[in-house]
């Protein structure tokens, strides 16, 4: 299994300003994930983050808005930038398991954007 | 991604099984099946997985019916820790490892 830690963990920020997240893993691995979990809703993948290359965003999310950096293969950050009431959520970090066909999702970041 | 349907909400009552289904009508041969759960205020954690067999973890049981268009998680003996949000999602063997979550099932444990 694998450990995940994030900073924050929660956060209330004010509008048109940027928040950045950390997610740490106590293990190398290949790829990240950030999804966002908007109020009262189901997750929704945000981009996928490799080591040494650029994420790879899924369609609705841009690199501007959400910038992601992964510098090594045990830490990443997601930017949140710009912030809107509309980006108040819950945002995760996950990562696939080395030997198992798993994820492991850290415990999030609650985000309120006043 | 072949998509997924799960009742928006159960209920039940602490010591008793628990059977959460999940209809997946449109599997492909190489789709393996997928339970998380998330419970609150938490990330989601993984629950079991299987492809045709069913299978036994030491959190649950997944019984997967015959043509694989269906599927279901027994929680044997219910407590309240596993109130939660119960996810099924299928995953292509060979293919991306991103999840795709739907709604999951919002189990309600009753003391």
């Known amino acids: 299994s694998a450990v995940i830690s994030q900073k924050p963990s929660r956060d209330i920020c004010q509008r048109g300003t940027s928040l950045t997240i950390q997610c740490q893993v106590d293990?190398?691995?290949?790829?990240m994930f950030w999804y966002r979990q908007q109020p009262g809703q189901s997750l929704t993948l945000i981009a996928t983050?490799?080591?040494?290359?650029?994420?790879?965003?899924e369609s609705g999310f841009v690199i501007d808005k959400f910038p992601i950096s992964r510098p090594n293969l045990t830490f990443s950050t997601l930017t949140v930038s710009n912030m809107s009431p509309e980006d108040s959520s819950i945002y995760l970090c996950?990562?696939?398991?080395?030997?198992?066909?798993?994820?492991?999702f850290g415990p999030g970041t609650r985000l309120t954007v006043l | 991604d072949a998509k997924t349907t799960q009742p928006n909400s159960m209920e039940s009552n602490e010591e008793e099984p628990v059977h959460l289904p999940c209809n997946h009508s449109?599997?492909?041969?190489?789709?393996?099946i997928h339970w998380y759960r998330q419970l609150p205020s938490q990330g989601p954690e993984y629950v079991i997985h299987?492809?045709?067999s069913n299978v036994n973890n030491r959190m649950a049981s997944l019984a997967i019916a015959e043509d694989r268009k269906s599927s279901t998680l027994i929680l044997h003996r219910a407590t309240l820790r596993d109130a939660a949000v119960y996810y099924c999602?299928?995953?292509?063997?060979?293919?991306?490892?991103?999840?795709?979550f739907g709604k999951g099932t919002k189990l309600t444990v009753n003391p």
């Open positions: 996950s990562v696939g398991g080395l030997l198992t066909d798993t994820q492991y």
């Open positions: 299987g492809l045709t």
């Open positions: 999602i299928l995953k292509r063997l060979g293919g991306s490892e991103k999840l795709v």
């Open positions: 449109t599997i492909s041969g190489t789709d393996y």
């Open positions: 293990s190398q691995v290949t790829m």
């Open positions: 983050a490799n080591q040494g290359s650029e994420a790879t965003y």
